[in-house]
């Protein structure tokens, strides 16, 4: 379990215990990194393909969930019934020929695989952001949906097709992190 006093939700500078972001060590333990706070429950991607729920007052597990995918998870975000898990995840295609998947959606209930949502990102991706119909992403990708996107898109949350008037034009190589703002 994580101890009260080992997680902040805003931490103050200088903060080496868990919060939104970071990443610890659990003592005698694994590596776990602290995803975000979703409604009252933090959300931890392991590195193990694996997401675990903790209470946010207690830091007690409430539930360890084995993701239908190998992989690493660099970032959640859960929105409306799905949860959205960013990293590099193995699946093969029907050819039996290895295929990675960028972005998966799944039921934050039980880790089933939402199937029909694919952003054919070509490469990880570290950075989420789901708003009303729309998720942005960001990572190390150059191409989403065979679109040109580089570091930066908007996907459809319910298919994750590209959102073709989203194209913004970056000045930097890759982008790892992105949030949408209320207007």
């Known amino acids: 379990y994580i101890e009260r006093e080992d997680f902040q939700e805003v931490p103050p500078p200088k903060y080496y215990r868990l919060y939104p972001g970071n990443e610890v ?62 990293g590099s995840f193995r699946r093969y295609r029907s050819d039996g020929q290895p295929a990675h998947l ?15 949502f694919d952003t054919h990102a070509h490469g990880p991706v570290y950075g989420l952001s789901p708003t009303a119909g729309t998720l942005y992403i960001s990572g190390l990708f150059d191409r989403v949906g065979g679109e040109p996107r580089k570091g930066i898109a908007a996907v459809s ?12 034009h970056l000045q930097a190589d890759s982008t790892t992190s992105v949030q949408a703002l209320p207007h």
Not at 26 to 32: F, I, K, N, Q, S
Not at 40 to 69: H, I, K, Q
Not at 102 to 116: K, Y
Not at 160 to 167: D, I, P, Y
């Open 25 to 86: 060590r659990l003592r005698y333990a694994y590596l776990v990194r602290c995803t975000g706070v979703v409604g009252g429950n933090v959300w931890c991607g392991l590195r193990d393909s694996t997401v675990e729920v903790r209470n946010a007052r207690t830091g007690t597990l409430l539930r360890r969930m084995r993701l239908p995918l190998p992989g690493y998870v660099s970032r959640l975000a859960a929105f409306g019934s799905r949860l959205y898990v960013a």
């Open 102 to 116: 960028a972005v998966m959606s799944i039921d934050p209930r039980n880790a089933v695989l939402h199937g029909g």
């Open 157 to 168: 949350a319910g298919d994750g097709a590209v959102v073709a008037g989203f194209a913004p």
